[in-house]
């Protein structure tokens, strides 16, 4: 491997072209095995419900192919990526790559997945590709973050866009130079806009940015072009997509031996909603939990969270499901008033269950001047009528590599997802095979879900 210069869109096409599944440490591999499963299992719930049920149904009969819909039917390779990229991100479930705001996988697996199944690739071809995906993301969005964010771009739809394409370069085998002219191609396919977050169009970044990588790939593939300085270039992507200072090629990893899977690593969600709700959640919950906290009990609830905290989840009184999923209030009120914050403290008639209700209204959102902007820690304060006061101060969401979710935490989500669309025994053989992706057809992979309950 190289390391970074001048063109980092030439010098990371060089590494994803030469990037090999025998080479990779056991670690990664497994990692991204584990990304798999919870990806698919996110993405089937996913795709019986709101935006992805919608981008099922519609592209279901808009195009027949040999890639397979997870919510059912298969479709064109480019529509079943587009498909089922919105189904994995609708419930905001899928993980995180916290440090650039990037949901990684859900932008990588379902075109991994679509365009494996359809040139019948293998499981180690998958988890290269994967990888090479992943890694491209944390590699371009490097000279600009935190700015980009902060600006209000949607990381997952913009640099999104460029792993999809890195992996699916990588799946069909592109040469540095032709991989090159993809990642070009693909930063002018970047979108997602921070302001429809909370409606059925962010899933639909992550669609878009999927399919995009698809297209862009399968384009270089038979000798399509792009400038060679799309990146870095006057009017690029890093000068039009930056924050307000200058991107910072400083910031660029090296292109080594060492895989962003194993460092920093991603972070799985515990919670279906923005990420950045999950740490004042867990706080609520655990206080809740230690000190027996009643609903008609709270008087008051104040959250301290960062200013990307604030920014990012404005809706005080969500009026949908996707609403909800971005307001503090209702997801904190929602720890303390139900057993856990879990898909169907999201679903419309969810909102007026009246407990919830009582402490969303008397929930203060408030940040934190001393965090980051970035920063996902938060600290709860709970006041009773009664005069006691508990607070409880959490510096990561839980699902982080430092807290990892559990083996059984892993399982439950995956059942309590994949439940939703295929039946128990159906959804066991998938997990298992998504397990073990590394000894598995793509094909075979999926075929529990072509089978349906």
């Not at 304060?381 to 059984?408: V, Y």
Request: hydrophobic share 45%.
């Amino acid at each position: 491997m190289t390391d970074a210069g001048p063109a980092p869109a030439a010098d990371l096409g060089a590494v994803v072209a030469a990037l090999s599944y025998d080479d990779l440490p056991v670690s990664v591999v497994r990692a991204a095995e584990r990304r798999f499963a919870d990806t698919v299992g996110v993405a089937l719930a996913g795709a019986a419900e709101g935006a992805g049920a919608l981008a099922t149904e519609t592209f279901a009969t808009l195009s027949t192919g040999p890639a397979t819909l997870l919510g059912g039917g298969s479709a064109a390779v480019h529509d079943a990526a587009f498909v089922n990229g919105v189904a994995g991100h609708c419930l905001d479930y899928d993980d995180v790559l916290a440090a650039i705001h990037v949901h990684p996988s859900v932008v990588v697996v379902p075109a991994v997945l679509a365009v494996a199944e359809a040139q019948d690739l293998d499981g180690p071809d998958a988890i290269a590709a994967y990888v090479a995906g992943v890694e491209a993301q944390w590699y371009a969005a490097a000279p600009v973050t935190p700015g980009h964010y902060e600006r209000g771009w949607h990381a997952t739809g913009t640099i999104g866009t460029v792993g999809a394409t890195a992996a699916v370069a990588r799946l069909l085998g592109l040469d540095a130079g032709e991989t090159t002219h993809a990642l070009n191609a693909a930063v002018s396919a970047a979108a997602g806009l921070k302001r429809n977050f909370g409606s059925m169009t962010k899933p639909f970044h992550a669609g878009h940015a999927t399919a995009a990588g698809v297209v862009t790939a399968h384009l270089a593939a038979r000798g399509f072009t792009a400038s060679a300085d799309a990146w870095t270039g006057p009017n690029g992507f890093y000068d039009c997509f930056g924050g307000a200072d200058p991107p910072d090629y400083g910031a660029l990893p090296p292109l080594d031996d060492s895989y962003v899977l194993d460092e920093p690593g991603l972070d799985v969600k515990k919670f279906p909603c923005c990420y950045f709700t999950h740490a004042p959640a867990e706080a609520a919950a655990t206080l809740t939990d230690d000190y027996e906290i009643a609903p008609g009990d709270v008087e008051r609830v104040v959250v301290r969270a960062s200013q990307a905290a604030v920014d990012t989840v404005p809706y005080d009184r969500p009026a949908s499901g996707a609403e909800a999923k971005f307001s503090a209030p209702y997801v904190v009120a929602s720890a303390v008033a139900r057993e856990q914050v879990g898909p169907a403290a999201f679903d419309e008639d969810a909102l007026a269950h009246a407990p919830t209700e009582r402490v969303r209204e008397r929930v203060v959102f408030e940040v934190d001047s001393s965090l980051a902007y970035g920063s996902h820690a938060s600290t709860v304060r709970i006041e009773l009528a009664d005069g006691r006061c508990f607070e409880r101060h959490e510096p990561e969401p839980p699902g982080t590599p430092e807290t990892p979710l559990s083996e059984a935490e892993l399982r439950r989500k995956f059942d309590a997802c994949a439940g939703r669309a295929l039946s128990d025994e159906r959804a066991t053989t998938l997990y298992e095979r998504l397990d073990t992706l590394r000894d598995h057809p793509v094909r075979d992979l999926l075929a529990p879900v072509r089978a349906g309950r």
